[in-house]
């Protein structure tokens, strides 16, 4: 026999990088579960996995989680999380004067998307030649064979985001020559050359939350900004 249904609370929000309206429902025992082993893990990769799998199953709407940017990931993440557990985290922040860790509440509504300066996906690197670039998808970074934190990592989500490749008389299309090529290609680039692509990376959006709070040991008022998903759930 099917049993009643006791939960059927539905929630909306706008996908940040599309602005398309998204139907969803606060996230169950079960999914909570997922999302407790992958933390438990510690493993990024897996973490990444787990937000995906609860983010399909909590979503209406027909979308292909691979394909979501690295910030509509954090920006649905903290609407599941708001909507399921309660709108409140606790933040341990450093005070900026004498460095004792503070206790703060941090309600999940305060947090934003952080447009920086929106920069062209055209990247030239001499007169003639340069790149196309796309913002790297949650799959860029979960099927990340290197450790993400290390040049290596960084080198190969470069890598994964770039589209075409250009010069005078042709356009290369990156899937065609396949990862390695592209990587050799990024690693023949000057450190001049490099910081244009650097900088398209630090454009990309992220989630932020500015916060006020008077440091409980030396009275400093502190103003800080905390970005970054990893930043509000430790
Ligand atoms: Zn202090």
Known sequence: MALPQVNSSKYSTKLPSTNEVIEFRPYLVKEEKILMIAIESKDQKQMVRAMQDVIKACVYNDIDVKKLTTFDLEWMFIQLRAKSVGERVDLKLKCTACES????????????????????????????????????????????????ESMDGILEIMAKSVETIFDEENVYNAKDEGLAEVTKFLENLNSGQFKKLTDYYSSIPTVKAKLDFKCR??????????????????
């Open 217 to 234: 040991s030396c009275g400093e008022e502190n103003e800080l900004e905390v970005k970054g998903l990893q930043n509000f759930f430790t």
């Open 101 to 148: 860790v503070n206790n703060i509440g941090v309600n999940l509504e305060e947090i934003y998307i952080e447009n920086p300066k929106e920069m062209s996906n055209v990247i030239n690197f001499s007169d003639t030649i340069g790149i196309t670039v796309k913002h790297p998808s949650i799959d860029d970074i979960a099927d990340l064979e290197k450790d993400a």
